[in-house]
């Protein structure tokens, strides 16, 4: 499966922004999908993850009660809302896939997209 992150931007604090992660092939709907995020000088960290039913989603305790991770199996796509921001919400957004049950370790996911930029702005 190929994924294709996008809808990043510069977005001041408390405000929001939805991030997509667009999937080619036809067993999408096998993945669990992940977020994943990194900021500069900083390694990559779990933002969420969705099961691929999605009966099943996680949160980073950084970004619970604030993000919400839903899927689109019609349209290949897994979709991060996000609101509240806060200035250390900055970072490249990835969103990865695993066909099997998600974890929160980027070694686990077997592929990636390209990552899309997230800025808030204070």
């Known amino acids: 499966v190929q994924l294709q992150a996008s809808g990043g931007g510069l977005v001041q604090v408390g405000g929001s922004l939805r991030v997509s992660c667009a999937a080619s092939?036809?067993?999408?709907?096998?993945?669990?999908i992940a977020w994943f995020r990194q900021a500069p000088r900083k390694e990559r960290e779990f933002v969420s993850r969705i099961n691929w039913s999605g009966s099943t989603t996680v949160y980073a305790d950084s970004v619970k009660g604030r993000f919400t991770i839903s899927r689109d199996d019609a349209k290949n796509a897994v979709f991060l809302q996000m609101n509240s921001l806060k200035p250390e919400d900055t970072a490249v957004y990835y969103c990865?896939?695993?066909?099997?049950?998600?974890?929160?370790?980027?070694?686990?996911?077997?592929?990636w997209g390209q990552g899309t930029l997230v800025t808030v702005s204070s």
């Open positions: 092939g036809r067993t999408f709907n096998r993945y669990d």
């Open positions: 990865a896939a695993r066909r099997g049950f998600g974890t929160r370790y980027p070694y686990d996911y077997d592929y």
